[in-house]
Nanobody, 116 residues
Framework: QVQLVESGGGSVQPGGSLRLSCAASRNRFTIGVMGWYRQAPGQRRESVATITRGGNTDYADSAKGRFTISRDNAKNTVYLQMNSLKPEDTAVYYC??????????WGQGTQVTVSS
């Protein structure tokens, strides 16, 4: 079982920045892909950004050019730097990791609110 602890959410004005962090507990199996997802009220959960163990990244179109995902394999931690935030970025952001044996774990979610 992998425990995920997220931090860094909060409220910010449009154009502001936030940095999310997600630390995964040590596990028997190596963590492969790590990612961030978000879910706005009344909307489906959607992928924001993912990163492989080797550092290959993938972003949703809405995140490209504004968000940067990174990870520290030694710390089993993934980060999401969010710049130029917009009101439509308001959502609960979830961290997710998938082990090399294809088991997926989710964090509890952290609220991000962008409002003036």
């Amino acid at each position: 079982q992998v425990q995920l602890v997220e931090s860094g959410g909060g409220s910010v004005q449009p154009g502001g920045s936030l940095r999310l962090s997600c630390a995964a507990s040590r596990n028997r199996f190596t963590i492969g892909v790590m990612g961030w997802y978000r879910q706005a009220p009344g909307q489906r959960r959607e992928s924001v950004a993912t990163i492989t163990r080797g550092g290959n990244t993938d972003y949703a179109d809405s995140a490209k050019g504004r968000f940067t995902i990174s990870r520290d394999n030694a710390k089993n931690t993934v980060y999401l730097q969010m710049n130029s935030l917009k009101p439509e970025d308001t959502a609960v952001y979830y961290c997710s990791v998938r082990t090399i044996v294809e088991t997926t774990y989710w964090g509890q979610g952290t609220q991000v609110t962008v409002s003036s």
